[in-house]
Protein backbone atom coordinates (compact mmCIF):
# COMPACT_ATOMS: atom_id res chain seq x y z
CA UNK A 1 0.00 0.00 0.00
CA UNK A 2 1.13 3.62 -0.47
CA UNK A 3 1.22 5.82 2.42
CA UNK A 4 -0.60 9.57 2.34
CA UNK A 5 2.40 12.03 1.00
CA UNK A 6 3.39 13.75 4.00
CA UNK A 7 2.31 17.51 3.56
CA UNK A 8 5.94 18.47 4.94
CA UNK A 9 7.36 18.28 1.76
CA UNK A 10 5.58 20.50 0.20
CA UNK A 11 5.90 23.25 2.88
CA UNK A 12 9.72 22.51 2.71
CA UNK A 13 9.80 22.79 -0.86
CA UNK A 14 7.62 25.79 -1.26
CA UNK A 15 9.91 27.71 1.54
CA UNK A 16 12.77 26.87 -0.24
CA UNK A 17 11.65 27.70 -3.66
CA UNK A 18 10.55 30.75 -2.04
CA UNK A 19 13.91 31.50 -1.03
CA UNK A 20 15.80 30.52 -3.97
CA UNK A 21 13.82 32.53 -6.18
CA UNK A 22 13.75 35.73 -3.75
CA UNK A 23 18.10 35.91 -3.56
CA UNK A 24 18.07 36.17 -7.24
CA UNK A 25 15.86 38.61 -7.52
CA UNK A 26 17.42 40.77 -4.83
CA UNK A 27 20.19 39.91 -7.62
CA UNK A 28 17.87 41.07 -10.45
CA UNK A 29 16.60 44.22 -8.80
CA UNK A 30 19.72 45.96 -7.07
CA UNK A 31 22.23 45.02 -9.73
CA UNK A 32 19.85 44.93 -12.63
CA UNK A 33 21.95 41.94 -13.46
CA UNK A 34 18.69 39.76 -15.34
CA UNK A 35 21.36 36.98 -17.52
CA UNK A 36 20.87 34.47 -13.91
CA UNK A 37 16.50 34.62 -14.39
CA UNK A 38 16.50 31.40 -16.53
CA UNK A 39 19.48 29.42 -14.35
CA UNK A 40 17.41 30.56 -11.29
CA UNK A 41 14.59 28.42 -12.26
CA UNK A 42 15.97 25.55 -13.70
CA UNK A 43 18.17 24.94 -10.89
CA UNK A 44 15.97 25.55 -8.17
CA UNK A 45 13.86 22.00 -10.42
CA UNK A 46 17.64 20.44 -9.46
CA UNK A 47 17.62 21.05 -5.75
CA UNK A 48 13.99 20.06 -5.13
CA UNK A 49 14.68 17.03 -6.69
CA UNK A 50 17.45 16.04 -4.84
CA UNK A 51 16.37 17.65 -1.95
CA UNK A 52 13.02 15.49 -1.41
CA UNK A 53 15.10 12.46 -2.13
CA UNK A 54 17.83 12.71 0.17
CA UNK A 55 15.19 14.17 3.00
CA UNK A 56 13.16 10.77 2.49
CA UNK A 57 15.60 8.40 1.97
CA UNK A 58 13.72 5.50 0.47
CA UNK A 59 16.11 5.15 -2.48
CA UNK A 60 13.33 3.58 -4.61
CA UNK A 61 13.66 3.10 -8.03
CA UNK A 62 11.11 4.91 -9.36
CA UNK A 63 12.42 7.97 -7.33
CA UNK A 64 16.38 7.58 -8.47
CA UNK A 65 15.02 7.91 -12.18
CA UNK A 66 12.75 9.81 -11.98
CA UNK A 67 15.04 12.70 -9.90
CA UNK A 68 17.98 11.93 -12.59
CA UNK A 69 15.84 13.09 -15.38
CA UNK A 70 15.02 16.09 -13.54
CA UNK A 71 18.60 16.58 -12.83
CA UNK A 72 19.86 16.04 -16.06
CA UNK A 73 17.01 18.17 -17.92
CA UNK A 74 17.42 20.64 -15.12
CA UNK A 75 21.43 21.11 -15.47
CA UNK A 76 21.87 20.73 -19.63
CA UNK A 77 18.86 23.86 -19.86
CA UNK A 78 20.23 25.80 -17.00
CA UNK A 79 23.54 25.67 -18.02
CA UNK A 80 22.33 26.36 -22.00
CA UNK A 81 20.31 29.10 -20.89
CA UNK A 82 23.06 30.73 -18.72
CA UNK A 83 26.01 30.46 -21.36
CA UNK A 84 23.78 31.77 -24.15
CA UNK A 85 22.40 35.46 -22.31
CA UNK A 86 26.00 35.53 -21.37
CA UNK A 87 26.79 35.76 -25.12
CA UNK A 88 23.88 37.58 -26.24
CA UNK A 89 24.02 40.07 -23.39
CA UNK A 90 20.97 41.73 -21.61
CA UNK A 91 17.77 39.28 -21.71
CA UNK A 92 15.00 41.28 -23.96
CA UNK A 93 12.37 40.27 -21.28
CA UNK A 94 13.23 42.57 -18.70
CA UNK A 95 13.51 45.75 -21.23
CA UNK A 96 10.41 47.03 -19.53
CA UNK A 97 11.13 45.39 -16.21
CA UNK A 98 14.15 46.63 -15.24
CA UNK A 99 13.02 50.18 -13.65
CA UNK A 100 9.46 48.87 -12.64
CA UNK A 101 9.59 46.95 -9.54
CA UNK A 102 5.87 46.10 -9.42
CA UNK A 103 6.73 43.63 -12.94
CA UNK A 104 9.46 42.53 -11.52
CA UNK A 105 7.87 41.38 -8.65
CA UNK A 106 5.48 39.50 -10.55
CA UNK A 107 7.43 37.67 -12.66
CA UNK A 108 10.14 36.51 -10.18
CA UNK A 109 6.66 35.47 -8.14
CA UNK A 110 4.98 33.75 -11.49
CA UNK A 111 8.53 31.59 -11.87
CA UNK A 112 8.54 30.36 -8.04
CA UNK A 113 4.96 29.16 -8.30
CA UNK A 114 6.00 27.27 -11.58
CA UNK A 115 8.82 25.89 -10.51
CA UNK A 116 7.07 24.87 -7.61
CA UNK A 117 3.85 23.56 -9.05
CA UNK A 118 5.49 21.91 -12.20
CA UNK A 119 7.96 19.75 -9.60
CA UNK A 120 4.65 18.67 -7.77
CA UNK A 121 4.66 14.96 -9.61
CA UNK A 122 8.26 14.52 -8.69
CA UNK A 123 8.24 15.87 -5.08
CA UNK A 124 5.27 13.37 -4.37
CA UNK A 125 7.02 10.69 -5.42
CA UNK A 126 10.03 11.30 -3.93
CA UNK A 127 7.57 12.12 -0.33
CA UNK A 128 6.32 8.26 -1.05
CA UNK A 129 7.75 4.99 -0.41
CA UNK A 130 8.16 4.47 -3.68
CA UNK A 131 4.53 2.71 -5.22
CA UNK A 132 4.63 -0.61 -6.99
CA UNK A 133 6.64 -2.12 -8.68
CA UNK A 134 7.71 -1.83 -11.89
CA UNK A 135 4.42 -0.49 -14.32
CA UNK A 136 3.52 0.33 -17.64
CA UNK A 137 3.42 3.61 -16.75
CA UNK A 138 7.15 3.96 -15.90
CA UNK A 139 8.03 3.34 -19.39
CA UNK A 140 5.73 5.24 -21.14
CA UNK A 141 6.58 8.11 -18.40
CA UNK A 142 10.25 7.40 -19.44
CA UNK A 143 9.94 7.55 -23.28
CA UNK A 144 7.72 10.53 -23.23
CA UNK A 145 10.34 12.31 -21.13
CA UNK A 146 13.55 10.96 -23.59
CA UNK A 147 11.50 12.21 -26.58
CA UNK A 148 10.76 15.29 -25.17
CA UNK A 149 14.36 15.63 -23.62
CA UNK A 150 15.75 15.05 -26.90
CA UNK A 151 13.53 17.71 -28.77
CA UNK A 152 13.81 19.89 -27.04
CA UNK A 153 18.02 19.81 -26.47
CA UNK A 154 18.36 19.13 -30.38
CA UNK A 155 15.95 22.59 -31.00
CA UNK A 156 17.96 24.78 -28.79
CA UNK A 157 21.26 24.02 -30.39
CA UNK A 158 20.30 24.57 -34.08
CA UNK A 159 18.63 27.60 -33.20
CA UNK A 160 22.04 28.35 -31.49
CA UNK A 161 24.19 27.41 -34.19
CA UNK A 162 21.77 28.73 -37.07
CA UNK A 163 21.58 32.72 -34.84
CA UNK A 164 25.27 32.44 -34.23
CA UNK A 165 25.98 32.18 -38.34
CA UNK A 166 26.55 35.97 -39.69
CA UNK A 167 24.76 35.11 -42.88
CA UNK A 168 21.58 34.34 -40.80
CA UNK A 169 21.45 37.68 -39.20
CA UNK A 170 18.07 39.09 -39.20
CA UNK A 171 16.18 35.83 -40.17
CA UNK A 172 14.05 33.67 -38.68
CA UNK A 173 15.36 29.83 -37.54
CA UNK A 174 14.04 27.60 -40.35
CA UNK A 175 16.04 24.37 -40.49
CA UNK A 176 16.11 21.06 -38.76
CA UNK A 177 13.38 20.56 -36.17
CA UNK A 178 11.88 24.79 -36.80
CA UNK A 179 11.19 23.42 -40.28
CA UNK A 180 8.37 21.36 -38.72
CA UNK A 181 7.28 23.64 -35.75
CA UNK A 182 7.41 27.18 -34.51
CA UNK A 183 8.92 26.28 -31.68
CA UNK A 184 9.82 22.77 -31.13
CA UNK A 185 11.65 23.52 -27.69
CA UNK A 186 8.07 24.28 -26.31
CA UNK A 187 6.99 21.41 -28.20
CA UNK A 188 9.70 18.88 -26.38
CA UNK A 189 9.22 20.72 -22.65
CA UNK A 190 5.81 19.80 -22.86
CA UNK A 191 6.00 16.19 -23.55
CA UNK A 192 8.79 15.33 -20.74
CA UNK A 193 7.11 17.40 -18.02
CA UNK A 194 3.91 14.89 -19.13
CA UNK A 195 5.68 12.52 -19.16
CA UNK A 196 6.75 12.93 -15.83
CA UNK A 197 3.52 12.82 -14.78
CA UNK A 198 2.54 9.55 -16.49
CA UNK A 199 5.53 7.89 -14.71
CA UNK A 200 4.61 9.33 -10.91
CA UNK A 201 0.79 7.86 -11.28
CA UNK A 202 1.96 3.96 -10.46
CA UNK A 203 2.68 6.02 -6.85
CA UNK A 204 -1.06 8.48 -6.63
CA UNK A 205 -4.04 7.72 -5.36
CA UNK A 206 -7.09 9.65 -4.33
CA UNK A 207 -6.55 13.72 -4.33
CA UNK A 208 -2.40 13.08 -5.10
CA UNK A 209 -3.97 12.94 -8.68
CA UNK A 210 -4.12 16.80 -8.59
CA UNK A 211 -0.54 17.41 -9.22
CA UNK A 212 -1.76 16.56 -12.70
CA UNK A 213 -1.79 20.82 -12.35
CA UNK A 214 1.64 20.40 -12.68
CA UNK A 215 2.02 19.72 -16.25
CA UNK A 216 -1.34 21.77 -16.85
CA UNK A 217 0.06 24.88 -15.54
CA UNK A 218 3.43 24.45 -17.46
CA UNK A 219 1.46 24.12 -20.71
CA UNK A 220 -1.20 26.98 -20.04
CA UNK A 221 1.78 29.03 -18.58
CA UNK A 222 3.62 28.52 -22.44
CA UNK A 223 0.44 28.44 -24.83
CA UNK A 224 -0.48 31.76 -23.19
CA UNK A 225 1.36 33.89 -20.88
CA UNK A 226 5.14 33.67 -21.02
CA UNK A 227 6.07 31.34 -24.16
CA UNK A 228 4.64 31.48 -27.03
CA UNK A 229 3.02 34.94 -27.40
CA UNK A 230 5.88 36.54 -26.61
CA UNK A 231 7.85 34.82 -29.43
CA UNK A 232 4.90 35.35 -31.59
CA UNK A 233 4.48 38.72 -31.14
CA UNK A 234 8.23 39.52 -31.64
CA UNK A 235 8.67 37.66 -34.30
CA UNK A 236 5.02 38.89 -36.32
CA UNK A 237 6.66 42.34 -35.61
CA UNK A 238 10.63 42.30 -36.88
CA UNK A 239 9.34 40.11 -39.79
CA UNK A 240 5.36 40.23 -40.43
CA UNK A 241 5.75 42.42 -43.91
CA UNK A 242 8.17 39.60 -45.90
CA UNK A 243 6.03 37.43 -47.83
CA UNK A 244 8.45 34.45 -46.80
CA UNK A 245 7.23 34.77 -43.44
CA UNK A 246 4.00 34.94 -43.61
CA UNK A 247 4.40 31.50 -45.55
CA UNK A 248 6.21 30.25 -43.23
CA UNK A 249 4.13 30.77 -40.01
CA UNK A 250 1.16 29.97 -42.68
CA UNK A 251 2.56 26.72 -43.13
CA UNK A 252 4.28 25.78 -39.88
CA UNK A 253 2.47 24.11 -37.14
CA UNK A 254 2.98 26.51 -33.68
CA UNK A 255 3.90 23.21 -31.17
CA UNK A 256 3.78 19.69 -32.59
CA UNK A 257 6.24 19.04 -35.13
CA UNK A 258 4.40 18.06 -38.64
CA UNK A 259 5.45 18.61 -42.53
CA UNK A 260 4.39 21.71 -43.76
CA UNK A 261 3.03 20.07 -46.73
CA UNK A 262 0.52 18.07 -44.29
CA UNK A 263 0.04 21.52 -41.81
CA UNK A 264 -0.13 24.35 -44.59
CA UNK A 265 -3.15 22.72 -46.63
CA UNK A 266 -5.30 21.80 -42.95
CA UNK A 267 -8.28 24.33 -42.85
CA UNK A 268 -8.03 26.39 -40.17
CA UNK A 269 -10.41 25.14 -37.43
CA UNK A 270 -8.53 22.28 -38.00
CA UNK A 271 -5.20 24.15 -36.88
CA UNK A 272 -6.99 26.05 -33.90
CA UNK A 273 -8.87 23.00 -32.17
CA UNK A 274 -6.44 20.16 -32.41
CA UNK A 275 -3.01 21.78 -33.32
CA UNK A 276 -3.18 24.93 -31.38
CA UNK A 277 -3.02 27.74 -33.71
CA UNK A 278 -4.54 30.07 -31.65
CA UNK A 279 -5.93 33.73 -32.88
CA UNK A 280 -3.51 35.41 -30.20
CA UNK A 281 -0.46 34.25 -31.91
CA UNK A 282 -1.49 36.26 -35.20
CA UNK A 283 -2.86 39.45 -33.43
CA UNK A 284 0.51 41.31 -34.27
CA UNK A 285 0.69 40.32 -37.54
CA UNK A 286 0.65 43.21 -40.03
CA UNK A 287 -2.95 43.05 -42.18
CA UNK A 288 -1.98 41.21 -45.63
CA UNK A 289 -2.97 43.78 -47.66
CA UNK A 290 0.82 44.75 -48.70
CA UNK A 291 3.76 42.23 -48.00
CA UNK A 292 7.54 42.77 -48.80
CA UNK A 293 9.23 39.57 -49.75
CA UNK A 294 13.15 39.25 -48.47
CA UNK A 295 14.21 41.11 -52.16
CA UNK A 296 12.01 43.81 -50.95
CA UNK A 297 9.91 43.37 -54.04
CA UNK A 298 6.22 44.49 -53.53
CA UNK A 299 3.64 41.91 -53.40
CA UNK A 300 0.29 42.43 -53.14
CA UNK A 301 -2.35 40.32 -51.95
Known amino acids: MVKVIDSHYLTITAIF ?3 YQFIFFVITALFKFDQVTDFAGSTNFVILAV ?25 RLGMFLL ?15 RENMGKLVVFWTLQAVWVWTVSLPVTLVNASNGGRLFQPADVIGWTMFVAGFLVEAIADQQKLLFKNRQENKGRWCDVG ?56 ESADKKYGNLG ?17 GVYGY ?11 EFPLYSKNLPQETTVWDRGNSKKKH
Not at 83 to 97: A, P, Q, S
Not at 180 to 206: C, D, Q, T
Open 83 to 97: MRILKWGEDRRFDEM
Open 266 to 276: LPRWCKTVFLF
Open 51 to 75: LTLVLKGTWHFRQVVLTSLVVVWGL
Open 17 to 19: TVV
Open 177 to 232: LWKFSRHPNYFGEMLLWWGIYVASLPVLKGAEYLVIVGPIFLTLLLFFVSGIPLLE
Open 244 to 260: AYRHYKKTTSPLILLPR
